[in-house]
């Protein structure tokens, strides 16, 4: 099956920096990665949606300034946390989408495995 | 706005029982996705459906489109079965975003 990538796994750092979290569709091409947010004990929330060579999407209340996306490759998508602050601590999950075709249906999301962010 | 329901939230049951995970949702969709997640948080598709019924192994996926509802049973329920199981909606073909159930958390005991 497909698979997707994500590192680091899981980063500590200091209130104030930024942090970058890569997500990596490693055997095929997507042209859409998705970004998501999960509090301890909640459901996944979508963040924001990326599409290879265009400005990503951010959902509602998400601040784009904040939470930069890029999707510089049809198999890399990459989440930078800038000046994160300890409420900013989460698991952040990224999923990739390929398109239609060869088998494979529209709506198909894969899963990274998560990176779990802490703020000091 | 599409809302995702799933029951129960949590459910303990015996080595070996079979078990029923439910999922409503209130508006038409494109597909429906049930996800694994286990306690180190990765995630796995465990299915994609818009019609009938799947299965794999011994998990099997169903739907009712009319009644808006889907259900993910497990035959001969596993100790590594214990995890928390959550239904996704998509609801625009070509979009591909997903609104996420709360989650069932599942426990096999023994």
Same mark, same amino acid.
């Given at each position: 099956g497909a698979v997707v990538s994500q590192h680091p796994s899981w980063v500590i750092c200091k209130s104030g920096t930024s942090v970058k979290i890569e997500c990596r569709s490693l055997d095929f091409q997507a042209t859409t990665m998705f970004w998501y947010r999960q509090f301890p004990k909640q459901s996944l929330m979508l963040m924001a949606t990326s599409n290879e060579g265009s400005k990503a999407t951010y959902e509602q209340g998400v601040e784009k300034d904040k939470f930069?996306?890029?999707?510089?490759?049809?198999?890399? =998508?990459?989440?930078?946390?800038? +000046? &994160?602050? $300890?409420?900013? =601590?989460?698991?952040?999950?990224? +999923? &990739?989408? $390929?398109?239609?075709g060869g088998g494979r249906a529209y709506n198909e999301q894969f899963f990274g495995p998560g990176t779990r962010l802490t703020v000091l | 706005?599409?809302?995702v329901e799933q029951s129960p939230q949590n459910l303990t049951a015996q080595e070996g029982e079979f078990i029923t995970i439910n999922c409503s949702y209130s508006?038409?969709?494109?597909?429906?996705h049930w996800l694994q997640q286990h306690p180190g948080g990765g995630i796995v598709s465990l299915f994609m459906l818009s019609s009938g019924?799947?299965?794999?192994?011994?998990?099997?996926?169903?739907?009712?489109?009319?009644?808006?509802?889907?259900?993910?049973?497990i035959t001969a329920s596993h100790p590594r079965d214990s995890a928390v199981y959550i239904c996704a909606v998509?609801?625009?073909?070509?979009?591909?975003k997903l609104t996420f159930?709360?989650?069932?958390?599942?426990?096999?005991i023994p």
């Open positions: 930069l996306i890029n999707h510089a490759s049809l198999t890399l =998508s990459t989440l930078t946390v800038t +000046s &994160a602050h $300890p409420e900013d =601590s989460s698991f952040y999950i990224c +999923s &990739a989408s $390929p398109p239609a | 706005k599409n809302e508006v038409g969709i494109s597909a429906l019924k799947k299965k794999h192994g011994r998990l099997i996926a169903t739907i009712n489109i009319q009644e808006k509802h889907s259900s993910l049973h998509g609801y625009n073909f070509g979009n591909e159930g709360t989650g069932t958390r599942l426990t096999i």
